[in-house]
Structures are given as C-alpha cells and as structure tokens.
C-alpha cells in the first residue's frame, strides 16, 4: 500500500521534467507529440483504473522520459516500452536505472512491432500516454494484433475517446467506432485538462479503460464486420446503398451483390451508416461472407 506522501512518479513535477530533459540535452518535439505528464495525482487516477497489479506484465507505448513508467515498474511483474524517439533510449536507461531488471525498451515505431518482438511471457495490459497524433490507430491495432492484451488504459485526445465510446446516431459514431466495439469495451474514463502537461497540449485529453470482449470468435467474420464499417461510412451522409456502391466501385462482384446482402441481413438499404448497431454489422459481415 502507498503511503500518502509516496509519490506515484518522481519525475510527474515540471521541474523534474525540466531537469532530465535538461541533464541530457534533449527538448520536446513536437513532431512526436511529446507532452510530459507532470500531475502525480493524474499518474495515480490512471495506475487505479488500469488495475495494475503485482503480476501484471505491462506493454507501455511512447514512454517519454519515463514519468508514467517509473510508476508501473515498482507495481507490476516487468513493463515494456516501445518508443520512436531514439534520443529518448539513453534517458530511460538513466531514469528507470532502479528497475534495469524488470524493464525492456524497444526503439522502434509502435506500428511496426510485431507480437514475436515482445518480450514472453507476453504483456497482458498496455497502459500508456499515446502520442495523440497515432493513438486510436494504435489502440484498434493492438487489440487485433496482441491477443494476450486483456485491457488497454490509455490517454487519448478527448474527441477519440468520444469515438471510441460513441452510440449509434451520434455524431462521433463512425467505422473506427464499429470496429473497436467489435474487440473491446468500455469500462472506465475521466478527463485530464492541459495544465497537467509540459508543455501544455492545446486540446483536452481523456484517459480511458477498454477491456478486451469480443464481439464474435470468428476471425474471417470479424474482418468482414469492418469492411463492411468501411463500407457504410464511405459517405456518411448518403444512404447505406449509395455509400457500399461507391466503397465498392471497383469490386463489380460485390457490387451486383449489394441488393442480396442487405436482403439476407435483413436491413434497409436505405438507411444510413450510423444507424447501424454492431450486431446489425455483425449480420451484414456474415451475409457479405455467404454471397
């Protein structure tokens, strides 16, 4: 149990920041998105709702200099960072000394890490303050990829976490929205203002819990379900007819299809993409998978 005055993370203040960014040289980089976390409270709020425990073996992406990772690794099992930023690899071997035996850094672009890279026995939970301009690419990536990974805590930009938890017939409900409900649920957020960054993001941010729940167990079905996403917010003001016309334009097969798929999924064509429920996605996945 932490004592009250423990701090989560000895480097979540803007002077510390300041310090090693100092001590080695180094400036924020925009291009990156790199906007330190420097509130321990915030640290805290997201180690509670990613339930970080003991045995936890934790996946880290865009670690920074290390704020929010020097308080997952005295928590948990072992923790693996991923981090673009090459200048950041002597940083973390400075900041995170304390923990050389329980961590492992891998330089490279998130999107391009495959599962063998990982360190085994693989990580069960990716807890990370994602570089916004990457995160909900990330996010759906992983969850598809990384099958071990049993809950994603991230910090994102407030309006994709509203896509990733919108509502049919909402505004921020899209095919990004269909395909993330189709590996993961929601199940916890809250907000973070920028004056808890240095430097401060010009945005608001969300930090946000998705615990893996699969829609269906059929790989082919749930891949189907997201074209047909894709499909049906083509053009998102246009009937679901016109938007898998054009999404299909150059798939002359599917196309002549079109009519019988929503006939065997039993849904008008003539309504619109954001209407559309996941198991309405599911069935329109399954009669595109039969036609």
């Known amino acids: ?4 005055n423990e701090r989560f993370s000895p480097l979540s203040t803007p002077s510390a920041t300041r310090e090693v960014l100092e001590r080695h040289g180094l400036f924020t980089k925009y291009g990156l998105g790199q906007n330190f976390l420097v509130n321990d409270d915030v640290i805290r709020k997201i180690i509670e709702l990613a339930d970080v425990r003991a ?8 670690p920074g200099i290390g704020t929010l990772t020097a308080a997952l690794l005295p928590r948990a099992a072992h923790v693996t960072a991923i981090e673009k930023d090459r200048d950041l690899a002597p940083v973390l071997a400075d900041t995170l000394a304390p923990w050389a035996d329980t961590f492992t850094l891998i330089s490279e672009d998130a999107l391009n890490v495959t599962p063998d890279a990982l360190p085994q026995p ?3 939970k990716l807890v990370a303050n994602l570089p916004y ?7 759906l990536d992983y969850l598809q990829r990384f099958d071990t990974l049993e809950s994603v805590t991230v910090m994102v930009q407030k309006e994709v976490a509203d896509r990733m938890t919108a509502r049919p017939g909402t505004k921020a409900y899209g ?10 649920r929601p199940a916890g957020r809250f907000s973070v203002a920028p004056g808890n960054f240095f430097p401060p993001p010009h945005v608001e941010s969300t930090v946000l819990r998705l615990d893996r729940m699969p829609a269906c167990d059929d790989p082919a079905l749930a891949a189907a379900a997201c074209r047909m996403a894709d499909a049906a917010f083509a053009n998102r003001r246009k009937t679901l007819a016109n938007s898998c016309k054009t999404y299909f334009a150059n ?3 599917t196309l002549a299809a079109l009519p019988d798929i929503f006939a065997a999924a039993g849904i008008d064509s003539r309504r619109r993409g954001e209407t559309l429920t996941q198991s309405e996605f599911l069935a329109l996945a399954d009669a595109f998978l039969q036609a």
């Not at 149990?1 to 009250?4: E, I, L």
């Not at 045995?55 to 865009?62: A, K, N, S, Y």
């Not at 301009?133 to 996010?139: D, G, L, N, P, Q």
């Not at 095919?175 to 993961?184: D, F, N, P, Q, R």
């Open 1 to 4: 149990m932490d004592s009250a």
């Open 55 to 62: 045995t936890d073996r934790i996946l880290e992406v865009g």
């Open 122 to 124: 693989a990580p069960n």
């Open 133 to 139: 301009a990457v995160a909900a690419t990330v996010v």
């Open 175 to 184: 095919a990004y929205t269909v395909k993330l409900s189709l590996y993961a």
């Open 251 to 253: 798939d002359p097969t």
